[in-house]
């Protein structure tokens, strides 16, 4: 019997097919649903005006490379079942489920959790909505599964998830240094000793997209217009907060203040349910609110992400030094008025790193013609820097 299937127009890949059944379920369920309410590269739309698509496209389009990938290893051979491939297909729609507002710039600040740690609490979840249908799927995310390569094609250093982020961040950026070669990467895909592996004829594809994977880091993810947006709203949400932890009265969305008048919500009972129904329309409504706000710290934040007036962030090689941080802090409390204990929230230092291609977590290997795996590193004198790079950031309101 033929299955029906649905099917989603994507502008990266074209018609994704998704068949009727417990996939088609989980895309319709509103924990999935919420994923059309948070952006995909969080507030980079303040430099890329294109960068406006969310974490559930980004799910179909992984979702879909997940598809190619299975077709093409069951070509070469490799044995995957019915039941692991709708398994696999289910971890990967749902590995990014856990992800809070505005993606990656709330990490932490809304519950003390990493978002894979959520994504893994709402699939157990779903699993048991869905009657035990996903279990398998929570052991392939989980690594918790012997075909090892099922995991990778999830979580790994060459995963659908980073195949389709970095295609389609490229696409909506407009940033052309992004674009990799993933039809030919996908097709050289095999499995050795139960591991995933690249064909040695894949080789240089690999190499594109690891120099891909770093340009689009510092010009995309860690753009120093960016990363003042992010650490600016990181902000807004700790001095909310504070001022709650006080006892002042901050208008917000009523979901945002369940979070944040506990140091923990993740202590309360039932606070899963509440996170998935949080999303960026309520960092984006309380901003609003907080632009009229009579703390004026709270305001002069809100405001410049409501209006673009952003902080002024500089970029360096090595540590801030403290001289430079306490003329900041001075000029600011000169200009402003603002108190002394309130200036952290103002003036701020931290530290960035971008490492695309870590040798030390299980290195992408490739299959050589020979019949021998190797590690990437071992057989190309590529150029790419395997050591972590740092860069070190001063923010403050410009005058």
């Not at 999830?154 to 993933?182: H, K």
């Not at 050289?188 to 000793?193: P, R, S, W």
């Not at 003036?347 to 290997?365: L, M, P, Q, R």
């Amino acid at each position: 019997m033929i299955r029906g299937k649905k099917i989603f127009n994507d502008p990266v890949y074209g018609f994704i097919s998704v068949p009727y059944g417990v996939l088609f379920d989980i895309i319709e369920h509103p924990y999935f649903q919420r994923l059309r309410r948070i952006r995909q590269v969080g507030l980079t739309d303040i430099v890329y005006p294109g960068a406006l698509h969310t974490r559930y496209s980004h799910a179909l389009g992984a979702f879909h490379l997940m598809n190619q990938a299975i077709q093409t290893l069951r070509m070469k051979g490799v044995d995957i079942t019915p039941q692991e491939e709708e398994a696999v297909c289910v971890a990967i729609l749902l590995h990014d489920i856990g992800h809070g507002p505005i993606s990656h710039a709330l990490e932490f600040k809304i519950v003390p959790k990493h978002h894979e740690e959520i994504s893994a609490l709402l699939m157990n979840t779903l699993n048991e909505e869905f009657g035990g249908r996903l279990t398998l799927a929570l052991r392939i995310f989980s690594g918790d599964y012997p075909k090892q390569f099922l995991s990778q094609l999830v979580s790994g250093q060459l995963d659908m998830d980073r195949m389709d982020y970095l295609n389609r961040d490229s696409f909506f950026t407009g940033v052309s240094e992004g674009v990799i070669g993933y039809h030919r990467i996908i097709k050289m895909l095999n499995v050795f000793e139960g591991r995933l592996v690249v064909e040695e004829k894949g080789l240089y594809s690999i190499e594109k997209f690891l120099v891909a994977r770093r340009l689009m880091y510092w010009q995309v993810y860690l753009h120093k217009t960016v990363l003042s947006a992010e650490q600016m709203l990181s902000r807004a949400v700790a001095r909310a907060r504070d001022l709650l932890s006080k006892g002042v009265e901050i208008p917000m969305s009523e979901n945002l203040a369940f979070f944040l008048k506990s140091e923990d919500a993740s202590l309360i009972p039932g606070w899963v349910d509440r996170y998935a129904r949080l999303d960026d329309t309520d960092i984006m409504y309380s901003l609003k609110l907080w632009v009229n706000s009579s703390d004026l710290v709270l305001k002069r934040l809100a405001e410049g992400l409501i209006d673009r007036r952003l902080f002024k962030c500089e970029l360096r090689n090595e540590p801030i030094p403290e001289k430079d941080i306490a003329i900041r802090r001075s000029e600011v409390q000169k200009n402003w008025a603002f108190p002394e204990e309130d200036l952290k929230y103002l003036v701020f230092t931290g530290i960035e790193s971008n490492n695309a291609y870590n040798i030390k977590n299980a290195e992408i290997e490739i299959l050589m013609k020979s019949g021998v795996a190797k590690a990437f590193s071992e057989v190309v004198d590529h150029s790419l820097d395997p050591k972590i790079i740092k860069r070190y950031y001063l923010c403050y309101p410009k005058n």
